[in-house]
């Protein structure tokens, strides 16, 4: 007994400790991000010349700033709040659009319902370099040059194919039988999906969510291709446009945005990781 013991307990320390690997791993990009955007300049800079320095804790008491220079002489509130603005707009019209289409799919019989949802998944692989162009074109065409909603009109080109074969996958792990039931049962095609398939499926329509706003927040191409007025940018390009000047980065404050942008972000994953999880895995099932 004593020798199984001893693998059960070696297998259960090498398991927490590739947990806390995979953790530290996890983290280090915040602690780097926090580190750096309240060390003074002294500490950030000296690390290669000084041998005594230690790069990973303070070597002098933290400052603000970085924080006051990222808030009082950068436009970071307003590149926020239109980064907001440009994502809740796409959000509504990708899952407007997304919802019944995966819908729809998942019900279509034979080869064609295959065969259309890897057309559509297929559409949001084209890299955004080769689209940029005859995008630009359109842009011009509609008169929307340097204003924001050209890019609300681009973003649901990927955000909407990506979202419908996510949609698709989980509506597909929904039985047809509770639908067929509540039919029989009295109800609409549309009551059903309204009453039955959408409460159902609130995992799916909040991955789908959650995966159309944050790649509508780390966009850069097609923000820096539309967007010239710095008052009308978003957090991905205006961030790097006013702390990267020529050779000089302003490395403090483009930590703390970085930092203040990503915790919401890690909060909401970590609030709904439950319902993320499921709805990606079930967006994994094929029917």
Same mark, same amino acid.
């Given at each position: 007994m004593r020798p199984r013991r001893l693998v059960r307990y070696a297998k259960r320390v090498v398991l927490y400790l590739v947990a806390l690997a995979f953790t530290a791993f996890a983290v280090f990009p915040f602690y780097w991000m926090l580190l750096t955007a309240f060390k003074a300049n002294r500490d950030l800079y000296v690390g290669g010349t000084v041998l005594t320095h230690v790069p990973w804790i303070f070597n002098a008491p933290p400052t603000l700033e970085h924080i006051e220079l990222l808030f009082r002489q950068t436009l970071y509130l307003t590149w926020v709040r239109?980064?907001?603005? #440009?994502?809740? @707009? !796409?959000?509504?019209?990708?899952?407007?659009?997304?919802?019944? +289409?995966?819908?729809?799919?998942?019900? $279509?019989?034979?080869r064609w319902g295959e065969r259309l949802g890897?057309?559509?998944?297929?559409?949001?692989?084209?890299?955004?370099?080769?689209?940029?162009?005859?995008?630009?074109?359109?842009?011009?065409?509609?008169?929307?040059?340097?204003?924001?909603?050209?890019?609300?009109?681009?973003?649901?080109?990927?955000?909407?194919?990506?979202?419908?074969?996510?949609?698709?996958?989980?509506?597909?792990?929904?039985?047809?039988?509770?639908?067929?039931?509540?039919?029989?049962?009295?109800?609409?095609?549309?009551?059903? #999906?309204?009453? @039955? !398939?959408?409460?159902?499926?609130?995992?799916?329509?909040?991955? +789908?969510?959650?995966?159309?706003?944050? $790649?509508?927040l780390q966009d850069f191409v097609y923000a820096l291709t539309f967007i010239s007025a710095v008052p009308r940018m978003t957090v991905s390009l205006g961030v790097p446009v006013a702390l990267v000047r020529g050779d000089v980065f302003y490395w403090g404050s483009l930590m703390a945005a970085c930092l203040i942008t990503s915790i919401p972000i890690a909060v909401v994953y970590n609030l709904f990781i439950d319902r993320f999880i499921q709805g990606l895995t079930a967006g994994a099932v094929k029917g």
């Open positions: 239109n980064t907001i603005w #440009i994502g809740l @707009v !796409v959000v509504a019209i990708t899952l407007v659009l997304a919802v019944p +289409a995966g819908y729809a799919l998942a019900r $279509l019989t034979g890897i057309g559509v998944f297929l559409t949001y692989l084209v890299p955004p370099t080769l689209l940029f162009l005859p995008f630009s074109r359109m842009i011009a065409w509609l008169g929307l040059q340097n204003s924001q909603w050209a890019l609300v009109l681009v973003y649901p080109t990927f955000t909407v194919p990506f979202c419908t074969w996510l949609m698709m996958g989980f509506f597909r792990s929904i039985p047809r039988d509770i639908e067929e039931q509540a039919m029989i049962d009295g109800y609409s095609r549309f009551t059903v #999906i309204r009453k @039955v !398939v959408l409460p159902l499926g609130i995992s799916g329509v909040l991955t +789908a969510t959650i995966f159309a706003f944050t $790649l509508v």
